[in-house]
Structures are given as C-alpha cells and as structure tokens.
C-alpha cells in the first residue's frame, strides 16, 4: 500500500486533486492545523465555484513562478510545473502562495480528485483528450474508486446545500433588506431617598415599560445602507425632581404609538470617506464614535443618560449631514451638522434658523486598546439632556419665569434661545481583554441671546461634567459586561445670569450595572443608580434610582 501511496503521490494528475482544495470543500470537519485563510478551488476562467467571490479569486496560474512559496528544489516542483501546462488546473491563494505543507482531510482530498476529474472531462469534452495519459487517467481511475465513499458523501452534501439555498431564496424577506428587531424590556424603580427640590421621590411606584423597534437594513451596492427604524416606547423616568439619574431608554410621553425613529442612508465616495444623510432622529453616535464602552444606545452597557456618552453629545439630534474622513487606520475627523425642527417652516425653526448641533471630532487610536476623541459642538437652543436643573437653562426659565401679567388665555411658555460652545475630551484604554478604563470631561459655555422683554439679564454660564467608567466585559460569562460610572452630572459653576445661580454643591452620579448574557439574543441587566445630593444641592436627599433591564434581539 505504501509503494502505491508513493506512486500516487508523484502522479501530476493526483498531485492536482491536492492543491484543488477551497474554503467550500468540506462542511464540518478541518484539520486542525488548516489555516485560518483557505485557498480558491480549482476553477476555470468562465466558472467559479463554492461560495467565492469574484473579488477572492485570483487569476489561473500560468506558471509555477508565479506561486511565491514554490522552488525549482522542491520535490514535486516538476509535477506542479507539469500540471500547469498540460491541465491548467493550479490556484492558489489570494496571496499567491501554495502551501504546499498544509496537512489536509479525507474530504478535503475528495473535493481536490472530484474538481480534477471535472477538469479532465472538459479536456476531453474539448477534444484535448491526447493531453490526459492513460497512466493518468488509470491512476485517477484508482483513487475514484478508493474515494468512492467520499465523493458520494460529499455530492450528497453539495445537493442538501444547494436544497437549503433555494428554499432560502424562496422564503427570504428581500433580496437587499435585512429585517432585525429588538426589545427592551425594564422594571425601574426608586429605591432609596426623600425629597428632592420638593418632590418627594418615595411617591414613585414600581413601573414596568418596554421599548420595541423593528429595523430595515437595506443595501443597494454592498457597500451602502439605507436605515430604518420603527418604534414604540412607553418606559418613563420616575420623577425625582431634577434631570439627574435619568434613564437612557426612557420615551417622552410615555404611550405606545408606532413612528419613524430614525431613518438615514450612508455610503462612501471614496475608500476613505464616509457620509451619513439623516432625515430624522439623528444622535452623535450616528456620526462619530463617542468613545465609551458602555454606551449601547439604551438596550446594551449604561443604564443612564449620563452614563451612556459624554453629555455634551446630546445637543446632536434631528436631520442633517455627517462627514467621516479617515486619514489612517488611526486618525479620523468628523464633520456633521443636525438641525432638531428642519420640517417647520415656521419662525425661529427650519434647517438653518431652528435648533441645530454642529459637531468636528477628531478620533485617534493608536492601537486596538486606546482610543481618544477631541470634540467641539456649537448648538442653538439646545440642551444636555441631564445634570441640574441651571444646567439646562432653557428648560430651567421655562419653569421658573411666569408669562406677563397683561396675558391671557393659555399663555405661550417663556423661551430664551440660548448658543453653546462644547468641549469635550473621551479616553478608553483597554488594559487587557477582561479591564477597560474609560471616561470623559466635558465643559460648555452658554449664553443667552435674549433678555425675554427684560425680564432676564444677558449673561454667560460655565458648565462641566466628568465621569470615570470601568468596565470588565466577559466577567462571569462570555459576553458578559460589568460596569462601574464615578462621576459628576452637567453643574453650573459659574453664572453671570442674575436668574440662574450657580449650583453650589456637588453631586455625585455613582452607577453599577452587571449585563449578563444569557444567550446570543438575551441579555439581563440588573443595576442601580445613586445620587448624592441630587441637582447638585446638599439640602437634597440622596436618591437611589434601580433598574431590571432585559433585552430581546433577532
């Protein structure tokens, strides 16, 4: 058998059956020594064969020159030459090399002898039958009825695939959409605390809400995608009296109505150039990373608005244009501009004359652990969403200025456009695959652009927050995610505004969250939130805000 074995070996046309191994040969079994890149079968100019790419093929070799790894010293260096030129059977892999010390399977070397003897049927077909000799056709004869076996085994294979592609073509939703879903499920309440600017926060009962989404994923080009997302949310914030501690995930009204939550379209011009058209719903992250681990858009990581991103980041919402240019594999500069009201043609809204956000990040990552983003937001007539209630200053003099006595009827509320300038500084550095260090420091100058008839003064506000994050993904489990937030909400330290005093005191966000994947569609995450003295005020007392998020994807 040995002196067979040999024979075999030094045949051209079995030599063939070897190297015309592909990634689509087997189903299952792979030697363990295989590499992780598989090489093209065996295909001729016209034809390609398993589930290669056109753009994963390389030309047919024409010469053994042209295989890198392959010497005129090596043993088979003569067959392989041989086979080129009488068969023109030989492919090797997208980095024209052979390999030719890859151990491989029984299967694998019934694919390699089942692609020869199709090319040897073509030759013939092709009356170029005096290329195949007797000797190989009686070795080749041999070695088919020793894989006899296997060659069955595998047709039958390639007939269950080509059974199974079918019914999915048949049954598939689109052929360039993508359907996904996903459902956030919560049971929040407080926990902990007293009264807070007057509110007394044990009045909060335990509340259940969800939030559903159906996403569209759709791809023109394979290299674009057009996004839409469907939506109905009716988790709310339990109130505790300050935009502290509030809920990443929480809806606005609190009903189920089903709308259009985002809808955008990206695509590349160039290899290094992204753009982004958003026609709704827009959000920082849509744009540019936003460098925190824990920030899952609500269903994954932070549990809290402030713990989710950077606040700053908040004043980035509606319609509008985002612009990625990526000068490297490390540094990359954002552009976007997003105008909250760009539908109302009315005063003071529209595209231009309404609320806006424009963002410039510049992101380096030197390596795969550490990544730094340098962000500046100017924004009109918008807010960061959480922090104090001064730290939110168009909302805070909606609710502390009352309308002119000589109004009457239902008066309109008091609303003083306030321009901001945002800085911001995000770090991540991964220690190793179990410790991510992260955080942020944001500072933003707003000022008033009105006096509201001279009921308020023009003035200026300095507004900072920081965080420090620590997170241990894969802990217990893999996929996993536990994470820690230190740090301090929006606070007003400084006000040149005689009706918005600066916040005094300070409170600290403290937030523990542990996000444990139950399986590759479930995640449960319980967590806590606790702030002291909340709204940056030490006559405040502490509150303690839980929450059970559970996470339904597919």
Same mark, same amino acid.
């Given at each position: ?51 290669n790419t056109q753009e994963q093929q390389i030309a047919q070799v024409t010469s053994v020159s ?253 319609? %509008? $244009?985002?612009?990625?240019?990526? !000068? &490297? +594999?490390? #540094?990359? @500069? ?89 800085? %911001? $500084?995000?770090?991540?550095?991964? !220690? &190793? +695959?179990? #410790?991510? @260090? ?117």
């Open positions: 058998m040995q002196k067979s074995w040999k024979s075999l070996l030094v045949s051209p046309a079995v030599l063939g059956t070897i190297l015309l191994v592909g990634n689509t040969a087997i189903a299952g079994e792979t030697s363990p020594t295989s590499e992780v890149s598989e090489p093209n079968l065996v295909v001729t100019p016209e034809k390609k064969v398993g589930n042209q295989l890198s790894d392959v010497q005129p010293t090596d043993w088979a260096f003569q067959a392989l030459q041989s086979l080129v030129e009488r068969y023109g059977c030989i492919a090797g892999y997208p980095n024209s090399t052979y390999r030719g010390n890859r151990p491989l399977t029984r299967y694998e070397f019934a694919a390699g002898l089942n692609a020869c003897l199709d090319r040897v049927n073509e030759l013939v077909a092709t009356a170029t039958g005096e290329l195949v000799t007797k000797e190989d056709l009686a070795t080749l004869q041999k070695l088919q009825e020793e894989f006899s076996a296997e060659l069955a085994t595998l047709r039958g294979r390639v007939d269950t695939l080509e059974a199974k592609n079918a019914e999915l073509e048949a049954n598939q939703f689109s052929t360039t959409t993508k359907l996904t879903g996903q459902v956030v499920a919560v049971i929040s309440d407080v926990l902990g605390g007293d009264d807070v600017n007057d509110v007394d926060v044990r009045d909060n009962n335990t509340t259940f809400g969800a939030r559903s989404r159906i996403e569209l994923n759709t791809s023109f080009t394979g290299k674009d995608t057009l996004f839409t997302r469907l939506q109905a949310n009716n988790i709310q914030n339990p109130e505790i009296g300050t935009p502290e501690g509030s809920l990443f995930f929480a809806g606005d009204d609190g009903t189920t109505d089903v709308f259009i939550d985002a809808l955008w379209y990206r695509f590349s011009p160039t290899e290094s150039t992204e753009v982004i058209a958003i026609a709704n719903a827009g959000a920082a992250d849509d744009v540019t990373s936003t460098v925190n681990l824990f920030d899952g858009d609500g269903a994954f990581g932070a549990l809290s608005t402030f713990g989710t991103r950077n606040p700053i980041y908040y004043q980035m919402d509606g319609a %509008g $244009l985002g612009v990625t240019q990526n !000068f &490297s +594999d490390s #540094l990359a @500069l954002s552009l976007a501009y997003l105008a909250s009201s760009p539908n109302d043609p009315s005063d003071d809204n529209g595209l231009f004359n309404g609320g806006y956000g424009a963002l410039a990040q510049l992101t380096f990552q030197p390596s795969d652990r550490f990544t730094v983003g340098l962000t500046y937001i100017n924004a009109y007539n918008q807010e960061l969403g959480t922090g104090s209630r001064r730290a939110n200053p168009i909302s805070f003099l909606q609710s502390e200025l009352t309308p002119p006595a000589d109004v009457t009827g239902e008066p309109e509320p008091v609303s003083v456009p306030f321009s901001n300038n945002s800085y %911001g $500084l995000q770090a991540s550095f991964q !220690f &190793s +695959d179990h #410790l991510v @260090l992260g955080g942020w420091v944001g500072y933003t100058n707003a000022k008033n652009l009105s006096t509201q008839g001279g009921t308020i003064d023009r003035g200026k506000l300095d507004i900072w927050n920081w965080a420090v994050t620590l997170g241990f993904p894969d802990l217990g489990t893999k996929g996993s995610l536990a994470g820690i937030i230190v740090g301090m909400e929006p606070k007003v330290t400084s006000s040149s505004i005689d009706q918005i005093n600066e916040d005094e005191d300070t409170s600290y966000h403290i937030e523990a969250f542990y996000q444990y994947q139950v399986s590759d569609n479930i995640t449960i995450t319980p967590g806590v939130i606790w702030l002291t003295a909340p709204d940056h005020n030490n006559n405040n007392n502490d509150a303690i805000v839980g929450a059970l998020r559970t996470t339904f994807s597919f």
